[in-house]
């Protein structure tokens, strides 16, 4: 009797789920999906809405009743708050920039067993991670090296992540060693391998990498309150602390409504800054959220 042919089974997680299972999931994925998009609802709502419509609310709108734009036509006809986004812009591009360009050449270094004192500076990349800079000693250092008041304290003291290196480095251990050693034979240097090879085969974890650099420096408030003095050179996620959180108001004379309207509210206002704040890391993280499984995941799990 010749014995029948059985296809091998398939492995428990591949198997399609039970309909109460898949339905169970389908709606802890819209609860998760109404907790994220409600306060941002709310926020948004609260910042297009009239003084009348916020005072009958008594705060956060839910229901809307009526749409205008006076509050941001306040905070940008504000020099600190325009100014501010400007700060933040170009603090967050240039610090991505530098920040970015040292993890890749110092994980690409310590990617190559035989590169220059490898086992020293990777022992001090993971020391990183359980030693940090006190907050004095940090503060000391950049008042002597004369960054006080100076943009660069918004990116020197926080340029490089640990965390990032060794997210790159494992991803760049996991090119073939072949493919780089055919190119040294090709004559290619250090610098054109990792410009022509392994950078163009890590543009996933690359760009991932450059989302956490350009969030943190969009996001950060705690370097520019110890540093800069002059609230002129304040970033906008100080400027957004000083106007939500401890409910400073706007500079007088700089609104930009007509005489005789009657002025935004200030909660208004606030949920007006806070859009501001919130809406660029929303429009990015679309183009780039695609690569974070194989960008950070995978390669964290091969290294």
């Given at each position: 009797?010749?014995?029948?042919?059985?296809?091998?089974?398939?492995?428990p997680?591949?198997?399609?789920?039970?309909?109460?299972?898949?339905?169970?999931?389908g709606?802890?994925?819209?609860?998760?999906?109404l907790?994220?998009l409600?306060?941002?609802?709310?926020?948004?709502?609260?910042?297009?809405?009239?003084?009348k419509?916020?005072?009958?609310?008594?705060?956060?709108?839910l229901?809307?009743?009526?749409?205008?734009?006076?509050?941001?036509?306040?905070?940008?006809?504000?020099?600190?708050?325009?100014?501010?986004?400007?700060?933040?812009?170009?603090?967050t591009?240039v610090?991505t920039?530098f920040?970015?360009?040292?993890?890749?050449?110092g994980?690409?270094?310590?990617s190559?067993?035989g590169?220059f004192?490898?086992?020293?500076?990777?022992?001090?990349?993971?020391?990183?991670?359980?030693?940090?800079?006190?907050?004095?000693?940090?503060y000391?250092l950049?008042?002597s090296?004369g960054?006080?008041?100076?943009?660069?304290?918004?990116?020197?003291?926080?340029?490089?992540?640990?965390?990032?290196i060794?997210?790159?480095?494992?991803?760049?251990?996991?090119?073939?060693?072949?493919l780089?050693?055919?190119?040294r034979?090709?004559g290619?240097?250090?610098?054109?391998?990792?410009?022509?090879?392994?950078?163009?085969?890590s543009?996933?974890v690359?760009?991932?990498?450059?989302?956490?650099?350009?969030?943190?420096?969009?996001?950060a408030?705690?370097?520019?309150?110890?540093?800069?003095?002059d609230?002129?050179?304040?970033?906008?996620?100080l400027?957004?602390?000083e106007?939500?959180?401890?409910?400073?108001?706007?500079?007088?004379?700089?609104?930009?409504?007509a005489?005789?309207?009657?002025a935004?509210?200030?909660?208004a206002i606030?949920m007006?800054?806070v859009?501001v704040?919130?809406?660029p890391?929303?429009?990015?993280y679309p183009?780039?959220?695609?690569?974070?499984t194989?960008?950070?995941?995978?390669?964290?799990i091969?290294?």
């Amino acid at each position: 009797m010749s014995a029948i042919a059985q296809k091998p089974g398939r492995a428990p997680w591949e198997e399609p789920g039970s309909l109460a299972g898949r339905l169970g999931k389908g709606g802890t994925i819209v609860v998760v999906l109404l907790l994220v998009l409600f306060p941002l609802y709310t926020i948004l709502l609260t910042s297009l809405s009239s003084s009348k419509t916020v005072n009958e609310a008594g705060g956060l709108v839910l229901v809307p009743d009526g749409i205008t734009f006076d509050a941001y036509r306040q905070i940008f006809s504000d020099t600190v708050v325009s100014h501010a986004i400007l700060v933040s812009t170009g603090v967050t591009v240039v610090g991505t920039a530098f920040s970015l360009g040292v993890s890749v050449l110092g994980a690409y270094g310590l990617s190559r067993p035989g590169s220059f004192l490898h086992r020293p500076l990777l022992f001090s990349v993971l020391l990183m991670f359980v030693f940090f800079p006190g907050l004095i000693p940090t503060y000391l250092l950049v008042a002597s090296l004369g960054l006080k008041n100076d943009y660069l304290s918004l990116i020197l003291p926080s340029a490089v992540s640990a965390f990032n290196i060794v997210v790159l480095r494992a991803f760049f251990m996991n090119i073939p060693h072949e493919l780089l050693d055919s190119a040294r034979i090709d004559g290619a240097g250090e610098f054109r391998i990792l410009w022509r090879i392994v950078l163009p085969l890590s543009k996933a974890v690359t760009a991932v990498i450059a989302l956490f650099y350009a969030v943190g420096y969009w996001n950060a408030w705690f370097n520019a309150m110890l540093y800069l003095d002059d609230s002129a050179k304040w970033p906008l996620a100080l400027v957004l602390r000083e106007y939500v959180v401890n409910a400073a108001a706007l500079p007088a004379g700089t609104a930009g409504v007509a005489y005789g309207q009657a002025a935004p509210p200030t909660l208004a206002i606030k949920m007006a800054i806070v859009m501001v704040a919130v809406v660029p890391a929303l429009i990015i993280y679309p183009f780039v959220q695609r690569h974070f499984t194989k960008g950070v995941i995978i390669g964290a799990i091969k290294g």
